[in-house]
Every structure is written in structure tokens, then in C-alpha cells.
């Protein structure tokens, strides 16, 4: 093979169609990212028709005879009202096929745009963007262990997501920088957004007025009317799970809908506590929660994006701890996919979960579990795609750069199999035929640059030179190299200086007119 | 949780279709494990029919212009000219539709015995069947490191697998008993399968004799007219890709179809190298191999069970060396699961492969690629489900029960979504409204038993209590703890005396009879 891989280093057009090609070499590896991924593979549908139904229907029935709380938000209620549900108290019961009815508005599919329009994101139909994992207290590594985040985490994992040609995404809170107050750190979390990377990010949604924060400053980027006009920013907003929702969360998704930014709807059902034991019934509860919360930004405003959210997850019957990457709540995710997909909504779904402390075999076979079922599942926003473990109590420096590699594989995964003159080879076999090798043949030397998959983490080596040469490393090891590299070697990308200024001048007025508040 | 959890004891009964459930509890796993698995959930279909057409149509083109050698094996030749292939010298070729029509004599489905009747094995259809990896020269664990594998260890893993409810079959050549004459190693193998596992098991195909011994010993445990009429081993034979088959592994295939035993007829192609660098014309290939020689069991006796086998691989082309568990040959296994029922055979497919040389991230992550493919392409038989490391050199005994597990995490998954009256808990969220908690609610207390897979070796535990009570474990280490205590704790199954003694009279007269060779 030394012959064939003498002149590597070609660089492919970025992905077509179904024909998402990572890199061979680390060098081309970031020229062959593609700003996202548009699926080259079907989705896997598991559920049949009639048992879709059923948990369409059940979830109707949690709609109308149960109902949905909607706590300290007067005006989601008056909402409701005048969509015609029935009120009582904070109390919110809905006719079946009326929440239907009024998501129809939500676009099917939207772009983000990001800073650098290179790095805008389709999101919805078979569009897939991976997105860092989101809202860890804690950081970890293998030089450190575990202690709380900082602001300097934070724009690490910034600078690494940043760094990877396998994410399309900033994502949002990568990790809380504890350091910084609490009503304050929104503000520098946004700021560090838009200046270390310059691919689409998320906004905070903690309270209606740091929603507010965050799109004001994204329309210092973008420009008032643009944002009017375009999704920019998206904000993840938590239902209460069983069947509340808090004012916080409402008055911040309608902050987000109101400015046309699209706000993602996640339930957080954890089997046995906040939702049944049960598979099937945890599916029509969150179909019905998420289901409300996206009618609720097409009643702020009609025809804003909003994205079907899903997070299912089991509990450790022996301890009553969470458990995640576990196979009921991925199966079960392929289900919420089919179900997101009959409402013509993008969807988000599950992502490199796992309750493992440390970056070894079960975090990486969680993780695996758990992503592949959300890219089986039609996901167009997958959040959670790196650096989530210890059950999203810590982001792992080790575990980001693990999960980065490997939705680099999923590129090549999702590309499928492409079936051509070319790919077929006849031409090969009638060169080489029987008993002889592929090694240097011509339709070799034309295809051996996009054929495989070449992951920068694992170890291929035999296990003679893995001992000599190579240290024995384990995966981790290797990974706790890689993220140094990666950072010492990071450059921001250029930022218009009257946009910082205006950026940094924002901030620090905002911070002046509050005091410091720590809860 | 606490409460609920008291009397968790109970035994379920084993799988019903697409109920296939694991235990809670360790003492109850293994009485709730299954002789096999019932699918629940569908294939994953990734590839379009007009594209099937075109790979069957290489295939086919393969097969009648370029066409299989068949070595030192005069009786298959002659099989090949009275069925009508065109055969020149070595050469056979074979008009497009010929061998589809030989084959279509092989059953779609059958049992294989065990001599626990329990644990027969039903192989083909909607079925599933988890065995050990097969074939390496090496062991290894943690504590002494990578060296040859011999009888000792041999037996440990029959032990291994045989303790766990999550594995179905004995296997095969587990690891390679280096301290036993070539010649003689497959009369202890096959003894020792049957003495210290009561599951099916496979027997030796890298000589005629040597198949024709292991097949002689299933007819002392069996009975020989119970083995004329019922298949009771396996044998694994690899065609020589490209498109060779060798004498030896022909002539073994046709002695098991000979006794009415399954062949499993696996290319083992390494794109690039055995095969073109493009999966479509790989895959071409190895349907096209594979046909012939489950075609030639047809010609050796008709009917004779046969199963379709596949192993995709893949190949660094930085280093030349071989990759496993990376996504292209995971993808095309999806592709070769379809072509495989449009023959209607069952189907061999993947496992769980790696290339990693410890039990760690790469190994887990690689390993589940490759094994959700071969559980989403609809294989069978999925032969290396547990143990394979170092790029199928080593079989690693913390990697053994870390898969072993994993397995049972399938069972659950390949249970699907249960959708009925009780699993959608209508009566659940009327019971506990918005806002309240499942934990102790009636539908839990009926559920929680069977709802949530639990794995053995996943640390679900706050991080506190994994540091400060549980050593800071990680997946490997508590791994080396499992295979230790099982192993102290294994306890063979009672095996008829007349019968133990019939084979070790019939390995005597057998080793007697050669001088030892070693090679």
C-alpha cells in the first residue's frame, strides 16, 4: 500500500448527496467537513402503522383528559384560551387533532444561519447537524479529574467543537462556567460563541430577559432586520415533565418565537419517575408535552421554526439512579422519530449519552447506543454529540474529542452505500480476477483516497508496534493527547472588531445595571 | 425506589415473540434468558431495489465472465460440469440465475440441537442466535497481558459463555489451543464443547478427516441416525477471496452437507485487498462467493442446511492495516442482509469486531458498530459476539463478558416497542395527573420488574459513590472482577457417563492413530 498512499493528500468537493466523504489525512480532514450532513441513508422505522396510532391516540387522550400545566405565565394561558383549549386554573385540556393542527404552520425545514455563511445549517427533512452535548455543572480529564466548570472550559470546548470538521454546531451551554455569576454568564457565554467559533449557536433560555439578551446580541451580529427575518439562534426549553410546564420556559420559548428564532422543545422523561416505566406510554407523553410546546410558538407567532425534541432515558431499577445509552429509551427514540415525521416537523433526538465517569468502554458503547439510534431515527438536530458522560454532569475533555471522531464516521455512515459503474468495479474484477489482490489496481489507485473511513483515535496498528512503537495506549490516552494538540493549536476565526466592540460594550452594560446573584 | 424494589425476585417466563426480556436481578438472569431470540423490530433496509438489482447483476457478471477457481477438489469440479457450470481447468463459470436456483433447495430456517434440548437453536428467519468469536491465536487479560491461547483457556471461555444467559451457542474454535498437535486440537475442541457446555456448538473444517472426526463425535452424543436427519453442528468455512475457493474448506463443506450438517460459508474480504475498495463491488463479490459455495451443499446433498455468511472489512490506508468496526463495512452489511433474504437463507453477519488492543473505548465503540449492523441487517447466526480484540488475534476475557453483557442489552432492544393497553399507562397518568411523580404508582409497581435492562457491568452510580465506595472503576477493570468470579463459580452440566466415556475412547483411539504435527 505505500506505493498507492504516496500522494494522499487531494482534497475532495465537500459532500453531495449521499455522498458525504470524510478525510484521509489529518490535514485534509477539515477542507472535507461539510457545514451538515444530509442523509444518503433512509430512516429505520420500527413501529408499524397501527401501533403508531395507538400512541398517537394515547397521547391525544393525555391532551384532552388529563391535560398540560402551564405555571407563572398568564399569557400562555390567554393563548390557549383564544386558540379555543380548555382553561381551568393553570390547568390546559385540548380537543384531539387542535395541537396538530396549529404546529401545520412550523416550517418542515429552516436554515441557521452562522456568522460565517459557510457554516450555515439546514435543519429538518433529511438534513443531520451534530451539535456539542449541553448543560454540565461539571468538567473532567485525566490529568485533573472532576471539579466544576469555568469560563475557560467553556471556551475550550468552544475552541474544540470549533476545531472538529465533524460537528456543524457550537451548541449552547457546552458546560456552566460556574465563575461567572449566574445572571450574568449568559452573557459570556453567548459573547464566547461568536467569538471562538463561527458556526450557529444557542442562546440561554434560564429566564425570559437572558433569552432576550441573547438574541439582542445576536442581532448586534446579524442586524435587527435580518434576525426578523432568519434563524440565527435557537434556545432549548425544558418541559416539566409529567405535564407541566413553568413560566420560565414558556416566557423564554415565546421570546425565541417572537423574534422568529426557533426554540427546540425537549422533554426529559426519565422511565419510572417523571413518565411510566413503560416504553410506549413514556413516547405518548412526551409526544404530547413536546406537541403543545411547539403549538405554543406558531400561537406567539405564526410560522416561526420550532424543532420536535425528545429525550427519553431509563432508571437503574436497583438504585434508582438514571441510566443512559441504555437500549429501551434508543428503540424507543426511533418511535418518537417516526412520530415527529408525521407531524412534518425537524426533529431532536437523543445523542452520545452515557453515565460512565470515565472515557472507557461503557461510555464509548452508551454513547454508540444512543447516537446511532439518533441518526437511525431521522434526527436533524442532534444534540449531545460530544463530550457527555456521567450522566450530563460532566463534559469529558477525552469523551468530546472521542464522540467528535466518531461523528466523523457517521459522515461515512450516513452516506450509505453508493452504487455505481464505479463503486461496482467491474472493470476490477476483470483486471485481478481470481486469486490475486486489489492492492495496486487501477480502480484502486482511482478510489482508495474517499474509501474508508480513517478514525484519528483509533489504534489500527498491530499489536507488536502498539506495545513498541505506540506506548500501549488505550483509546482515552490517546484522546488526552489529541485535545491538547487541538487547543494549542487553535486560531479564532476573524471577528469585525466594531462587532466585538459593540458585542463587549453590550455586555458590560448589562453587567453594570445588576448586581451579582449566584443562584 | 427502595420500596419497590424489595421484592424484585420474581421469575419471569422466557421470551414470547418481541417480548424477549432480561432480568433484573443477577440470580434471575439467567433463568430469564432465551434458547435463541425472537426479532421484534424489523430490518433496517438501507438500500433502494433498483440498486439491489444492479449489485445481484455484478454479482452475476462476476460470476459468468470472470468467474471462481476451485482448487484441489476434483468431486467439486465434477459437481460444477453435471450441474452445468462451464468449467475450464480450475475455472467454473455459471450463467446468471443457475446458482439462485441450486440454492433455493436449502431451508430457510432450522434447528440446530443441543444436547440440553432447552437450548436448541432455531437459525434463519425471524431469528437470532449470539456466538462467541471464533478463531484467534492469542488470549488475553488484564492482569497477564497477550500471549498464545491454549486448551486451559479454551475451556475457560466455553465456561464463560456457557454461564451467560445472553449467549446462545458454544461457538467454535474459541481461541486457538496452541499447546495441543494441530492434528489432534479439533478432537479436544469438540470434546470439550460437549463436556462443559450443554448448547450447540461447531465443529473443525481445516481438514476433511478433522470434519469428519467432529462430525463422528455428534453422532456418539447424538445418535447417528438422529444426525442423518437433524443438524447438530456447524461447520465455519472461508472462501479464499478473491474468488478461490480452496480444497480444503470445499471438501469440509461438502463433508458436513455430506451428513446433513450446516456449512456456514463466509467470504472474509478486506477491501482493498481481497476485494475492490468500493463497498457495492464488494459486496458483489462476496454475494457472488457465497452463492457458489452454499450452491455446491446443494450439489453435495440436497436440502442440506446451509447458512449465508459475510465479513466486511475494511483496511487503513495510512498503515495497510486491517480495520474493524468502521462504518463502511457496517452499512454494506445492511446491503448484504437484504440480498441474503431475497435468497431466502439465513444469514451470518458481523459481530462484534475491533480492532483495539484492550478492552476500552475503540473496542466497545467499534464493536457495537459492527454488532447493531449485524442485528439491524437481520442476521441469525451472529458468530464473534463476544471476546474479539486485536483484530480477531486475541480473544480478551474482560472483552468476553463486557460483550456477553451487551448482548443482553439486545435481547431488550430486539424486543422493540411493546404497544398495548398496559405499556401505553393510560391508567398511570390518570393516577398520578401533572406535576406528580411514577415512582410508586400502581402501573410501575406492575411494570418495574420487566421494564429496563440491566447491565451488569455499567456503573449507574452518582460520581460520589463510584469514587469513594466504588474504587473509581472503570468497564475493564470491573470486567477482569466478573470473568474471575464466574469462572470460580461455573459448574458444568451433568453429561450422561457412557457417553463421556464413548468420546474420550473414540479421541484415544483417533490420537493414537497419528503422530503429532504442528502445522
Not at 31 to 58: C, F, H, W
Not at 194 to 209: C, H, Q, V, W
Not at 217 to 236: E, H, S
Amino acid at each position: 500500500m505505500e506505493a498507492v498512499m504516496a500522494d494522499a493528500a487531494t482534497i475532495e468537493a465537500p459532500a453531495r448527496r449521499g455522498r458525504v466523504r470524510p478525510a484521509r489525512r489529518e490535514g485534509a480532514a477539515k477542507a472535507l467537513g461539510v457545514p451538515y450532513i444530509v442523509r444518503g441513508i433512509p430512516t429505520y422505522d420500527v413501529l408499524s402503522e397501527e401501533n403508531l396510532q395507538k400512541i398517537e391516540r394515547a397521547a391525544d387522550r393525555i391532551l384532552a383528559e388529563v391535560g398540560i400545566e402551564f405555571r407563572d405565565d398568564p399569557a400562555a394561558l390567554d393563548h390557549w384560551k383564544r386558540a379555543g383549549a380548555k382553561v381551568e386554573g393553570l390547568l390546559v385540556r385540548f380537543e384531539p387533532g387542535m395541537l396538530r393542527e396549529i404546529v401545520s404552520s412550523a416550517p418542515a425545514e429552516f436554515t441557521q444561519h452562522a456568522r460565517n455563511p459557510a457554516n450555515n445549517v439546514r435543519i429538518g427533512g433529511d438534513k443531520v447537524v451534530f451539535s456539542p452535548a449541553y448543560g454540565s455543572p461539571f468538567v473532567m480529564d485525566l490529568d485533573k479529574g472532576r471539579r466544576y466548570g469555568t469560563l475557560e472550559d467553556f471556551r475550550n470546548f468552544i475552541k474544540l467543537a470549533q476545531s472538529s470538521p465533524w460537528l456543524h454546531h457550537s451548541g449552547g451551554t457546552i458546560c456552566e462556567p460556574v465563575d461567572i455569576p449566574v445572571n450574568k454568564r449568559h452573557l459570556d457565554m453567548v459573547y464566547s460563541h461568536i467569538k471562538y467559533s463561527d458556526r450557529p449557536f444557542m442562546g440561554s433560555i434560564t429566564a425570559e430577559e437572558r433569552a432576550e439578551d441573547s438574541i439582542d446580541m445576536a442581532r448586534i451580529l446579524f442586524g435587527t432586520d435580518f434576525v426578523d427575518r432568519n434563524c440565527v439562534i435557537l434556545g432549548n426549553v425544558n418541559v416539566n415533565s409529567p405535564l407541566v410546564w413553568d413560566g420560565t420556559m414558556t416566557r423564554s420559548l415565546r421570546t425565541y418565537a417572537r423574534a422568529n428564532q426557533a426554540a427546540v422543545i425537549v422533554p426529559f422523561i426519565l422511565g419510572g419517575a417523571m413518565g411510566p416505566v413503560t416504553n410506549a406510554g413514556a413516547i405518548a407523553q412526551s409526544f404530547a408535552e413536546t406537541l403543545a410546546g411547539c403549538a405554543l410558538t406558531q400561537l406567539e407567532r405564526k410560522g416561526a421554526p420550532v424543532i420536535f425534541g425528545n429525550f427519553l432515558s431509563s432508571m437503574s431499577l436497583r438504585s434508582g439512579s438514571p441510566t443512559f445509552g441504555t437500549p429501551e429509551p434508543a428503540i424507543g427514540s426511533m418511535v418518537v422519530g417516526q412520530l415527529a415525521r408525521r407531524l412534518k416537523l425537524p426533529l431532536r433526538c437523543a445523542g452520545n449519552f452515557s453515565n460512565s465517569k470515565l472515557p472507557d468502554g461503557q461510555a464509548m458503547q452508551e454513547g454508540l447506543m444512543s447516537m446511532l439510534s439518533a441518526v437511525h431515527c431521522g434526527a436533524n438536530f442532534i444534540l449531545h454529540s460530544a463530550g457527555f458522560l456521567d450522566g450530563l454532569l460532566s463534559m469529558s475533555y477525552e469523551k468530546f474529542v472521542m464522540d467528535a471522531d466518531l461523528c466523523g464516521a457517521l459522515h461515512s455512515y450516513l452516506a450509505g452505500v453508493t452504487v455505481d459503474d464505479n463503486t461496482l468495479a467491474m472493470d476490477a474484477f476483470l483486471q485481478v480476477g481470481p486469486g490475486s489482490h486489489f492492492l495496486g489496481c487501477d480502480h484502486t489507485m482511482r478510489n482508495y483516497q474517499t474509501a474508508f473511513w480513517d478514525a484519528a483515535l483509533s489504534d489500527n496498528e498491530p499489536f507488536e508496534k502498539w506495545s513498541q512503537e505506540g506506548g500501549s495506549t488505550d483509546m482515552a490516552t490517546r484522546a488526552n493527547r489529541q485535545w491538547k494538540k487541538t487547543l494549542a493549536e487553535y486560531e479564532a476565526p476573524p471577528l469585525d472588531a466594531a462587532v466585538e466592540e459593540a458585542l463587549l460594550d453590550y455586555m458590560d452594560r448589562k453587567k453594570a445595571a445588576m448586581a451579582d446573584a449566584w443562584y
